[in-house]
């Protein structure tokens, strides 16, 4: 089983910066491929952002290319989702989540963090 407690959600205004943190317990982050999912209003939970390893697999989705940038810390545990150049269609209920490397299916999710940018 793994445990993952998100940090870091808020609000901000456009053209801002925050940094989601995603903090791991139970198992080695190290054995896991991770990801950033989002949830905006009205609309379907999507993935921003995966790795699978560190510089390798690395996605983006088109809407975050360049402004969105997914990292880990396999000492720390944690990984980050770091987010630059806000704009108001950001706004989400934002979850990470890791799969096995040999999963398509993530397998554990965390709570989910608020991010709300203004216009």
């Known amino acids: 089983q793994v445990q993952l407690v998100e940090s870091g959600g808020g609000l901000v205004q456009a053209g801002g910066s925050l940094r989601l943190s995603c903090a791991a317990s139970?198992?080695?982050?190290?054995?896991?491929?991770i990801g950033w999912f989002r949830q905006r209003p009205g609309k379907e939970r999507e993935l921003v952002a995966s790795?699978?390893?560190?510089?390798?697999?690395?996605y983006y989705a088109d809407s975050v290319k360049g402004r969105f940038t997914i990292s880990r810390d396999n000492a720390k545990n944690t990984f980050y989702l770091q987010m630059n150049s806000l704009i108001p269609e950001d706004t989400a209920v934002y979850y990470c989540?890791?799969?096995?490397?040999?999963?398509?299916?993530?397998?554990?999710w965390g709570q989910g963090t608020q991010v709300t940018v203004s216009s």
């Open positions: 139970g198992r080695t982050l190290s054995d896991y491929a």
């Open positions: 790795s699978v390893r560190t510089g390798a697999n690395v």
């Open positions: 989540a890791v799969r096995a490397f040999i999963s398509t299916k993530y397998d554990y």
